[in-house]
């Protein structure tokens, strides 16, 4: 691999800088030519103070008329300015007495600083100033001034200094920093070469409008995305082709089980999932391990997918596990799919953390040796002592709560040379340019189609103060034979508290409505108490099911027509739609009520209006990447994908597909350049060598 320049090879970079580089990601002197400006000023011409207008960022240069210190609720030093065209007044809060000392009438400076509307005249507040000496003039910056991203402790001049050392290494070619990219691929895209794209960048020549830079749509920073993406797309193209080179059980059923299944249904599969169905039994039949995502919204039918692929398993002799992200849902999966197997003779077993002694003990038996063909459990199932007979399948539901380590661990669990084949199952719909980085290193299927005869849930946003209106619409839904879901949230991430809470509003609620049978479900409640009011919920006896976020995953109760829930402002986007996806599952029309607290800000604002503008999952996905970024809502943790240096990948998805392109060329043409690619941008920050 190409070495590293170390930090302390710059000037005036001691440990105490290295440290706050370090802060920053940037560990030689190469990263830190990756680090590019946030910004630029163009200080590379004065502007006449008569053409300022508010907003402008510009130099000027001018003779002080006045400055006096003015007392008030702040102190501060006001500084009269003019150059013959116009005049402004500089603003200082903070002051030295030898600033104050030294900005006298007469003194000749050159500022440089954002225009803004003051109290009575255009201001700079804390302008940049250097003092000019008529007989020594000084020459204006030729390059426009990069504004870098920093740290605490790290002055833009500072910056300045380190890249302008690191730029000039660059130049004298002192750097590990080689074109990697073949010339060929660069004059396809008309894109510079390294060198040029990041002298560009950190001092691009004062000839560029500043809009253009501003915009980012420029050869240099493109090619540098480029590279980036093609780096990602590169590292997650080898941890794929490592898994795929593996081998794994070809499972083929004789279709007997999936049959009996789909005759005793009583619907008929949506085209979405035939189609996705179909996709899954092709993987299935082949020596090397499936590795697909199924995206598809709440309610789309993910569970009744994945029991099929699992009875495709289980026909071929193999058996098939069922992960989910809860106690709750883990359960609710065994007593749905009981349901609809037991009758084919094969019964869900159960495995999570609270199963102990005996049962646990005969669980674990069953599944070494073989008899139990298919179990449903939480994160309990990839702990050691869990062996499997012959694990053919592993499906995971909501895998968004999952990390790609946690999938992986699972996937160990087959036999010693053969992996199993492996499902994911998402509800958090993204869109395909970012799932195809996110998630390369899994083939997707999307199910587009809910069942037929759904009827879309009718969001309504009320105050808080209209509590008692919402509580006296809950008792009519509900003596109406409808049930409904109140939904409390707490902003600490303390379970205890909001444990404590959900009791509370129970509580609170059993008073106010006495004629209605209130049940109560949240994290702290045993699994056998947490059992017996979902079972009561789901047969009708319990009208309104008072509960914490955990039912925000997988809860299918379709009489459930009517939720509530409770300071919505506190949760995102994604979690708001998961948990509204709990009603709308059957044919009356359902209602979504969220119940916030004012005054709201304006991004809670926002996610609440997408919430009653739409029910589409990949509407609210946008929406929700849009206000939170790709890093937040795909999450390192989850996607195994580092941070992003310098592409952004909402703002640059169009390049990702051209990346992708070139990752299979590359990696067949110039698989040198590949690992040396993975090295410079993603180094050791993707795990994608310990599969
Ligand atoms: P999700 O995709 O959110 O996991 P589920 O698998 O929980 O959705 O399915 C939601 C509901 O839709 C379940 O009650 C399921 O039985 C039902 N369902 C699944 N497929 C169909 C279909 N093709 N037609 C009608 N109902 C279906
Ligand atoms: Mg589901």
Redesign the pocket.
């Known amino acids: 691999m190409d070495k590293k320049t170390p930090l302390n090879s710059l000037r005036g970079v001691g440990p105490k800088n290295a440290q706050r580089l370090g802060k920053l990601g940037l560990q030689c002197v190469e990263d830190v030519l990756f680090h590019l400006p946030l910004r630029y000023q163009d200080r590379t011409r004065v502007v006449p103070i008569g053409c300022l207008r508010a907003g402008d960022q510009a130099a000027i240069e001018g003779v002080i008329e006045l400055a006096q210190i003015r007392l008030g609720r702040r102190r501060s030093l006001l500084v009269q300015f003019t150059d013959g065209t116009g005049s402004i007044l500089l603003r200082f809060f903070h002051f030295t007495s030898a600033q104050r000392n030294a900005l006298q009438p007469g003194v000749r400076l050159r500022c440089f600083g954002e225009a803004r509307n003051g109290p009575a005249s255009l201001e700079l507040v804390h302008p940049d100033y250097r003092r000019l000496d008529e007989r020594a003039p000084q020459a204006v910056e030729e390059n426009l001034t990069p504004v870098y991203p920093s740290t605490e402790g790290l002055h833009q001049l500072a910056w300045r200094d380190i890249t302008g050392q690191a730029l000039g290494l660059l130049q004298r070619d002192e750097l590990s920093l080689p074109e990697l990219i073949p010339s060929e691929f660069l004059a396809a895209q008309g894109f510079p070469s390294l060198k040029e794209a990041l002298l560009f960048m950190h001092r691009p020549p004062p000839d560029v409008p500043m809009s253009t830079l501003d915009e980012g749509n420029i050869p240099a920073r493109n090619r540098l995305v480029f590279e980036e993406l093609l780096a990602h797309q590169l590292s997650l193209r080898l941890l794929r082709r490592k898994q795929r080179g593996k081998s794994a059980p070809p499972l083929r059923g004789d279709g007997r089980l999936q049959q009996r299944l789909l005759s005793r249904l009583p ?4 085209q979405a ?1 035939q189609r996705v169905v179909e996709e899954i039994a092709a993987d299935l039949v082949s020596n090397h391990p499936m590795l697909r995502l199924v995206q ?1 919204d ?7 997918v994945a029991v099929i692929a699992a009875l495709q398993a289980i026909e071929a002799g193999f058996q098939a596990a069922l992960m989910a992200p809860t106690e709750l849902l883990a359960e609710q999966h065994v007593r749905n799919l009981s349901g609809w197997l037991v009758p084919l003779g094969v019964e869900p077993g159960y495995l999570s953390s609270r199963s102990k002694g005996t049962a646990r003990r005969e669980q674990l038996a069953r599944l070494a040796g073989g008899e139990c063909r298919l179990v449903v459990g939480t994160h309990a199932l990839f702990q050691e002592e869990v062996a499997f007979h012959a694990l053919g399948l592993v499906i995971i539901d909501e895998q968004h709560r999952f990390g790609v380590h946690q999938r992986l661990a699972l996937h160990e669990k087959g036999r010693a040379a053969e992996l199993p084949h492996q499902l994911v199952m998402t ?1 958090t719909p993204i869109p395909r340019t970012l799932a195809m980085t996110a998630y390369a290193d899994l083939d997707l299927s999307v199910i587009d189609e809910l ?1 037929p005869g759904r009827t879309p849930v009718r969001t309504v946003a009320l105050p808080d103060n209209r509590r008692d209106e919402v509580v006296a619409r809950v008792a009519k839904a509900c003596l109406g034979g409808r049930q409904a879901y109140w939904v409390c949230t707490l902003i600490e991430e303390s379970e205890a508290l909001q444990c404590q809470a959900a009791e509370e509003t129970a509580a609170g609620l059993a008073l106010a409505l006495p004629e209605l049978c209130i049940g109560l479900v949240h994290g702290r409640l045993k699994a056998v108490e947490k059992e017996a009011v979902m079972a009561r919920f789901k047969a009708g006896e319990v009208h309104l099911l008072v509960a914490t976020t955990v039912i925000e995953v ?1 809860v ?1 109760v ?1 009489n459930a027509s009517l939720m509530i829930i409770e300071n919505p402002e506190r949760l995102g986007l994604a979690q708001l739609h998961q948990l509204r ?1 709990r009603v709308g ?1 059957g044919s009356v029309e359902s209602h979504c009520l969220l119940l916030y607290h004012s005054p709201l800000g304006e991004n809670a604002r926002t996610r609440l209006e997408v919430m009653r503008e739409t029910n589409d999952g990949f509407v609210v996905a946008r929406k929700d990447l849009e206000l939170r970024g790709p890093g937040e809502v795909l999450g390192t943790r989850q996607t195994g994908l580092a941070q992003m240096r310098i592409a952004d990948l909402l703002r640059d998805q169009a390049w990702i597909p051209l990346a992708q392109a070139a990752a299979d060329r590359l990696l067949d043409q110039y698989p040198e350049q590949a690992g040396r690619l993975i090295d410079r941008w993603v180094g050791n920050r993707l795990d994608y060598g310990r599969v």
Do not use: I, N
């Not at 709440?298 to 009744?304: A, D, F, P, R, S």
């Open positions: 619907f008929a599969l949506t999932q598809g709440v309610g789309c039918g993910k569970t009744l509800a069942p997988g299918d379709p996806g599952r």
